[in-house]
């Protein structure tokens, strides 16, 4: 079964731009996270997808948003980027919620100059 | 909100050696615990969890981890370490009952295994 893929692996932008990612989960699971990681904050709870509802939602402003899919696939949106928002962004997904195993991916690399 | 400890930067420990890699936990009611190891430059890889039942956990690549409800404790350990073991580990948390939060991970401890 293949696992959580993301795309694009590596993204750079400038201060203002808008940025969207994507994340498509191992086949089956129907939800789907997203952190974010840098060296500073470490990993960080962006929001959870359920059956393409929003679940959860961690301490972010609100450029960053998301969404999911019919078919379970999820994007996240960053707009009016800046510096701060260079990071690792993590997507990870499960079965269910709750106790459910979250598998992670690759992750995004975004660098904001 | 909950929250989670990983006291130590760094753990070294030699080839051959047991090893362990501590974590302690905040939560409201009970825990969802986890382990994940990071390679560089990759995502996060699941190592084992606690949800219910028997307090000594077994997961991948030989590690365990030992729920202790009164000490909020769920350290990773494993009874010969190997060089390719050593990696970032991330100790994570989420309370049975549900809530607001997704995973609330530490801040990650980095495992060094000295041949």
């Known amino acids: 079964k293949a696992g959580v893929t993301q795309t694009p692996r590596y993204l750079i932008k400038t201060r203002g731009q808008q940025v969207t990612l994507s994340c498509s989960p191992i086949s089956g699971h129907r939800s789907v996270s997203w952190y974010q990681q840098t060296p500073g904050q470490g990993l960080q709870f962006l929001f959870e997808?359920?059956?393409?509802?929003?679940?959860n939602k961690g301490n972010f402003p609100g450029r960053f948003s998301g969404r999911q899919f019919s078919n379970s696939r999820s994007e996240m949106n960053v707009s009016t980027l800046e510096l701060g928002d260079s990071a690792l962004y993590l997507c990870a997904s499960s079965l269910e919620t709750g106790g459910d195993t979250q598998y992670f991916g690759p992750g995004t690399r975004l660098t904001v100059l | 909100a909950q929250s989670v400890a990983q006291p130590e930067d760094q753990v070294n420990v030699a080839e051959g050696n047991p090893l362990t890699v501590k974590c302690t936990y905040s939560v409201s009611g009970n825990p969802y615990l986890f382990w994940y190891v990071q390679y560089p430059n990759r995502g996060l890889q699941f190592l084992l969890k606690y949800i219910t039942g028997d307090n000594l956990v077994k997961g991948s690549y030989g590690f365990e981890a030992e729920f202790n409800k009164s000490q909020t404790s769920f350290h990773l350990k494993k009874p010969s370490a190997l060089v390719s073991d050593s990696a970032l580990y991330f100790c994570?948390?989420?309370?049975?009952?549900?809530?607001?939060?997704?995973?609330?991970f530490g801040k990650g401890t980095h495992l060094i295994i000295q041949p």
């Open positions: 997808y359920f059956s393409e509802t929003q679940r």
């Open positions: 994570a948390v989420r309370p049975s009952g549900g809530g607001a939060d997704g995973l609330t």
